[in-house]
């Protein structure tokens, strides 16, 4: 039984007087459609689907019994009207059920997520990492969306970081991260005080009101200038200290090492902010190595 029963099939007979063979079909009761002799000994004709394998049974020889003597020969031509489409939709049946497999795991798999890359800078990936992690976006897991701000701004409350963006490609969520090119400081506050002792060399105060003047000798913990300055009203503005001075320290000890570099460098690791070395003394004395540097430092406030 033929499936598909629908339009007409397309043959040509051949033999001598082919117009007689069309009578024993005629005989079977087959519709005929379109009959044109296209050769001396050729007829082309149309008949509907289902009759195709009567026609085959009455005309043997070109179908299983080829040992059958017959003066007739018939073979299939064409599929015509709605069967030819019918024809070209089973052959390429496989074909579209693949495509729509696809289709169909492409839309299952869209809203998962295989993979996160960092571009821009990677320094904060793994702070990138955990913020994605703690919104629930992790790769070969469903993509949480509605989380991008909040993780966009635990990225950006990091100090270096000035702009942040994710994008979600395909199954690839890409996060876009650049740094500040200007590093942000803190801005201290309140009073400025001496760290190291000595004499004060030289001050620049652009904002505040300074309380040492140069030439003075200061300890460690002075203050040196006021976050408060006094309008001509008799009042008094606070503000943020923009300052900087210069302090000349001396530092002496005895170490009990055997060379004079030796004592030099100990003594010299016991110093912070070196600005420059003013002068030096070494002298060995019964314990040691007596050394005596005058130094300068430069503190500051608010100034890089």
Same mark, same amino acid.
């Given at each position: 039984?033929?499936?598909?029963?629908?339009?007409?099939? =397309? !043959? /040509?007979?051949?033999?001598?007087?082919?117009?007689?063979?069309?009578?024993? *079909?005629?005989? @079977?009761? %087959?519709?005929? &459609?379109?009959?044109?002799?296209?050769?001396?000994?050729?007829?082309?004709?149309?008949?509907?689907?289902?009759?195709?394998?009567?026609?085959?049974?009455?005309?043997?020889?070109?179908?299983?019994?080829?040992?059958?003597?017959?003066?007739?020969?018939?073979?299939?031509?064409?599929?015509?009207?709605?069967?030819?489409?019918?024809?070209?939709?089973?052959?390429?049946?496989?074909?579209?059920?693949?495509?729509?497999?696809?289709?169909?795991?492409?839309?299952?798999?869209?809203?998962?997520?295989?993979?996160? =890359? !960092? /571009?821009?800078?990677?320094?904060?990936?793994?702070?990138?990492?955990?913020? *994605?992690?703690? @919104?629930? %976006?992790?790769? &070969?897991?469903?993509?949480?969306?509605?989380?991008?701000?909040?993780?966009?701004?635990?990225?950006?409350?990091?100090?270096?970081?000035?702009?942040?963006?994710?994008?979600?490609?395909?199954?690839?969520?890409?996060?876009?991260?650049?740094?500040?090119?200007?590093?942000?400081?803190?801005?201290?506050?309140?009073?400025?005080?001496?760290?190291?002792?000595?004499?004060?060399?030289?001050?620049?105060?652009?904002?505040?009101?300074?309380?040492?003047?140069?030439?003075?000798?200061?300890?460690?913990?002075?203050?040196?200038?006021?976050?408060?300055?006094?309008?001509?009203?008799?009042?008094?503005?606070?503000?943020?200290?923009?300052?900087?001075?210069?302090?000349?320290?001396?530092?002496?000890?005895?170490?009990?090492?055997?060379?004079?570099?030796?004592?030099?460098?100990?003594?010299?690791?016991?110093?912070?902010?070196?600005?420059?070395?003013?002068?030096?003394?070494?002298?060995?004395?019964?314990?040691?190595?007596?050394?005596?540097?005058?130094?300068?430092?430069?503190?500051?406030?608010?100034?890089?």
């Amino acid at each position: 039984m033929t499936l598909f029963p629908i339009g007409k099939e =397309e !043959f /040509v007979l051949e033999g001598q007087m082919p117009e007689r063979a069309l009578l024993r *079909l005629r005989r @079977a009761h %087959i519709s005929l &459609f379109c009959i044109k002799k296209i050769e001396k000994n050729q007829i082309l004709f149309r008949v509907n689907r289902k009759d195709s394998e009567k026609v085959f049974a009455i005309f043997r020889s070109v179908c299983y019994n080829s040992g059958v003597c017959s003066a007739y020969t018939i073979k299939s031509h064409s599929v015509v009207g709605v069967g030819k489409y019918v024809e070209q939709l089973k052959r390429r049946v496989g074909l579209l059920l693949g495509g729509l497999l696809c289709i169909f795991l492409w839309g299952v798999s869209q809203p998962l997520l295989f993979s996160i =890359e !960092f /571009v821009g800078t990677d320094i904060y990936a793994r702070e990138g990492v955990i913020a *994605l992690e703690e @919104a629930g %976006i992790r790769p &070969f897991a469903p993509y949480q969306s509605g989380k991008e701000d909040w993780v966009i701004a635990q990225l950006l409350a990091i100090p270096d970081v000035e702009y942040v963006s994710l994008q979600k490609v395909g199954h690839r969520l890409v996060v876009e991260t650049r740094l500040s090119p200007f590093p942000k400081r803190e801005i201290a506050t309140g009073k400025m005080y001496a760290k190291h002792s000595g004499k004060l060399v030289a001050m620049t105060v652009l904002r505040g009101t300074p309380l040492v003047n140069v030439g003075e000798e200061m300890q460690a913990g002075d203050c040196l200038v006021d976050d408060a300055f006094q309008t001509e009203e008799g009042g008094h503005v606070r503000v943020e200290i923009i300052a900087r001075v210069r302090i000349a320290c001396t530092h002496e000890g005895i170490y009990p090492v055997e060379t004079a570099e030796e004592a030099f460098a100990h003594a010299y690791l016991q110093l912070e902010d070196v600005e420059r070395i003013i002068a030096k003394d070494i002298e060995k004395t019964a314990g040691g190595y007596r050394v005596k540097i005058a130094y300068e430092v430069i503190e500051t406030m608010n100034l890089y």
